[in-house]
């Protein structure tokens, strides 16, 4: 039986811990808050339950170790656009199309089935040659002789390209452009690869879990124990040791040290090549960092049946709010003046008391942090300014629900950063592209899981890395 310590109790952590138990491997996983899930975070107060990190559930089918009970829904996401346009997504295909015709125009709805059949064939390209494979030089090479998987994915080409090439509504390029934060990228610098987003999005679903998504976190953690994995909470790891250029274990805090054959790490990959494991060529590249997220909890008196499970309220200029996270040579990164509103709100009496409803609320922002990139999110009062500001833009869209609050909280990304140490609190560690850090370390017996290293961020992408992890050390011999 080998030992192997899981580093950070995240959704890769928890997969790849519940995975390697199963297959004969002595696990520990040792996280550093007293709570498990990682970003996959549940906030409770009042009757009032939010999930504070993924809110959507899609490809279903990779979640082999949780196996959650699942509610598809229709429409996956509402768009309301600046003209007042309303365009409910549809996991139908046909569906889809009709409702794009009745509220865009039959032109639009044409259009959209022409990217859709250039999305497949990315997502078809991505999924056999890239999502469920460790990138190596070896599967590079093989990507390289797939001449059509290749000219699918356009390298080179950016997301909004392709979606200028195929669509001629704006508001389906805004809606396009949009999947592009999935991955914390700016999709004018996005590759066109990143339309296989859209695609698993529409072509398996969107899903709920009732209760909330956390309880995918109470979930894994039960598979671990079922698997006799060891979880070791208030407990941080504070360095990777390594002998004869091999792991050996870890480092605690408390200066404990815990011998391992292999160490998974479920760590931001700029955490563990800058302090866990300090390796100056691995930083490269690891500092262009992708966007955060500013949240508002909101507990709201009544119902709003204007609103779907998922809706989002898009800003007459989106490139403005591109401007304003990332910042330019000539201007410092701010928080946007007219944000994309993404509202979740459940209709699931579990998660909020009888007559009221919890929203979780979501705003594009730039991360922590002092640089011209970043905004300072703990200077004092700006985290309550721009929640009244934030109000104040869903009022001015129709949606003004000032005066039916029950309560609000806010998020920013410094709290994410404190919280899960995602340094400046970027939701997806790296900002999306095709190259993220690999899953193995520059030590033997090192690997890393978690949505700053390949395949990338998002449930169903941490999910396979974890799984990808797993299989590559394989179960114990004999």
Known sequence: MSRIVVIGAGVGGLTAAARLAATGHSVVVFERSGDLGGKLAVYERDGFRFDTGPSLLTLPQVFTEAEPDLVALDPVVRHVFADGTVLDSSATHAEFLDRIAAALGPEAAQDWDRFWRRARRIWDASWRSVLRKPVTPASLAGLSWRVGDLAAIAPGRSLRALGRHYLRDPRLRTMLDRYATYTGADPRRAPAALAAVPYAELAFGGWYVPGGLGTLATALTARCSAAGVRIVR?????????????????????????????????????????????????????????????????????????????????????????????????????????????????????????????????????????????????????????????????????????????????????????????????????????????????????????????????????????????????????
């Open 234 to 478: 208030d407990a941080e790891v504070r360095k990777i040791t390594t002998e004869d250029g091999r792991v050996t274990g870890v480092r605690l805090a408390s200066g404990e040290v815990a011998p391992a054959d292999a160490v998974v790490s479920n760590v931001d990959a700029l955490t563990v090549y800058r302090d866990l494991l300090p390796s100056p060529r691995r930083l490269a590249g690891l500092t262009d960092r992708s966007l955060g997220g500013f949240v508002l909890l909101l507990g709201v008196r009544g119902e709003t049946p204007s609103l779907a499970h998922h809706t989002v309220f898009f800003p007459s200029h989106y490139d403005r709010e591109f401007d304003d996270i990332f910042g330019s040579a000539s201007r410092r990164a701010r928080p946007a003046d007219d944000p994309t509103v993404f509202v979740t709100r459940a209709d699931d009496p579990a998660v909020h008391p009888a007559g009221c409803e919890a929203w979780f609320v979501l705003i594009n922002a730039p991360r922590h942090g002092t640089d011209w990139r970043a905004v300072d999110w703990r200077r004092p009062g700006l985290a309550e300014a721009y929640a009244d500001h934030v109000l104040g833009v869903l009022a001015r869209r129709g949606l003004d629900v000032r005066d039916r609050l029950v309560f609000r909280e806010t998020r920013t990304p410094a709290d994410l950063a404190a919280a899960t140490a995602a340094p400046g609190g970027a939701i997806y560690g790296t900002a999306g592209g095709l190259m993220r850090p690999v899953n193995h370390g520059p030590v033997a017996g090192l690997h890393l899981v978690g949505g700053s290293v390949h395949p990338g961020g998002g449930l169903p992408m941490v999910t396979l890395s974890a799984q990808m992890v797993a299989d590559r050390i394989g179960p114990v011999a004999g």
